[in-house]
């Protein structure tokens, strides 16, 4: 079975520069998961979605931040215009069902922003 | 009421030892309660869990101990090694949530 896939794996920005996040989900698992996870803390939740809808986005700086969900499957983290504490790794998972599932979790992406 | 609270922050431990981790969380819905271990450079990876009509769960080296009543659960690696030198992360979820720990870094010293 394929694990979660995220891209690109490192990425070196400019502060007000824009950047997107891809993230492929593991084939069937409904719910998907944005964290942002600054260094030597946990992953903080950014946006969560069930199938192509949205049920937790309370974390995420919407003035900043968007993601989509497409057609239930791929999904998409963009930040525009991007400051120096966005500097993070973001992490996209996926699980069968909710937050009471295992959770599977790509390898992050890197983000500096300089 | 959302809240896990975990402890400590840190921790290191002899090769050998015994390692614990302990977590509390207040909302009585929780249903499930997995432990995540992350090394450096990867993303959290699920280690072991248990759902509240157990009060413990063993797999190898790994106890997850469940006292329901206090609303405590915790992380027992049994002869721990140098590889298990990872941060912890213990989570409490219901239905759609997925509640966090703050994590513990957790050193084995040789």
């Known amino acids: 079975e394929a694990g979660v896939a995220q891209s690109p794996r490192y990425k070196i920005i400019e502060k007000r520069q824009s950047v997107a996040f891809w993230c492929n989900p593991i084939?069937?698992?409904?719910?998907l998961y944005w964290y942002q996870q600054i260094l030597g803390q946990g992953p903080k939740l950014l946006i969560q979605f069930q199938n192509n809808g949205v049920v937790d986005d309370s974390q995420l700086p919407k003035d900043r931040f968007s993601a989509e969900r497409l057609k239930g499957v791929d999904s998409t983290l963009k930040i525009q215009p991007a400051k120096l504490e966005d500097s993070a790794v973001y992490l996209c998972?996926?699980?069968?069902?909710?937050?009471?599932?295992?959770?599977?979790f790509g390898q992050g992406t890197r983000l500096t922003v300089v | 009421q959302q809240q896990v609270k975990q402890s400590p922050q840190s921790l290191i431990v002899q090769k050998g030892g015994i390692s614990i981790i302990n977590c509390a969380y207040e909302?009585?819905?929780?249903?499930?309660f997995p432990w995540y271990q992350q090394f450096p450079g990867k993303g959290p990876a699920l280690l072991i869990a248990i759902r509240p009509d157990v009060s413990e769960k063993k797999e190898g080296r790994f106890t997850i101990s469940f006292n329901k009543s206090a609303k405590q659960f915790s992380l027992h690696i049994m002869d721990s090694q140098p590889g298990d030198s990872a941060t912890y992360f213990c989570?409490?979820?219901?239905?759609?949530?997925?509640?966090w720990g703050a994590g513990t870094k957790l050193i084995i010293k040789p």
């Open positions: 084939s069937g698992h409904a719910t």
């Open positions: 909302n009585t819905a929780f249903d499930y």
């Open positions: 989570a409490a979820a219901r239905w759609y949530q997925l509640i």
């Open positions: 998972a996926s699980s069968p069902q909710g937050g009471n599932t295992e959770a599977f």
